[in-house]
């Protein structure tokens, strides 16, 4: 294994990962974490509150956040009526608390994963496990991905950024976690 995913048969996957690959994959999912923030009542809340808590009718006001909880029924493309903005506020009420709790789920599961690397080795995951990976990749990657202002036009140009460039790091992290997606999904389809 070259540090992205094979398959292990049955839709499962394993990927050898050294200490630092493991390390900044840590690091994102944890900033990740981080901004996604604690469920409602916060760590250790009470979990019947949680259960009947509503979650905001607003998008959020971070571009990245924004992007892993957008709006349901508005059209980037098109001036936003008031009744799109009332249909998304109700389903962003209803939807969104479960919606963090499973990214934040997904985001743990991988950060757990990796702890228990250690000092980098083989992580084998089954089919089940290689969803909640693809699900936590693509949250890293959209989150990069907006902080770069990255665009379907301009993706190519990351390819010719010079190596004094300042985003350079965060666009080598952006283009190597959708390696492992594609290495990922590959995996899970064989």
Known sequence: ????????????????LDEWEASILRSLEVQLLELIGPGPGGEGGDPLAALFAEGPTEAPADPVLARLFPDAYRDPEKPEGEEARIASGEFRRFTELDLRARKRDDALFVVRALD??????????????????LGALNDLRLAVGVRLEVSEDDEDGLYELPDGDERKPLVMAYLWLGALQESLLEAMAD
Not at 2 to 7: H, I, K, P, R, Y
Not at 116 to 133: F, I, S, T
């Open 116 to 133: 228990g690397l250690g000092d980098g080795g083989v992580l084998k995951l089954a089919a089940p496990e290689c969803l909640r990976w």
């Open 1 to 16: 294994m070259a540090g992205l995913f094979e398959s292990t048969g049955g839709g499962g996957a394993a990927i050898a």
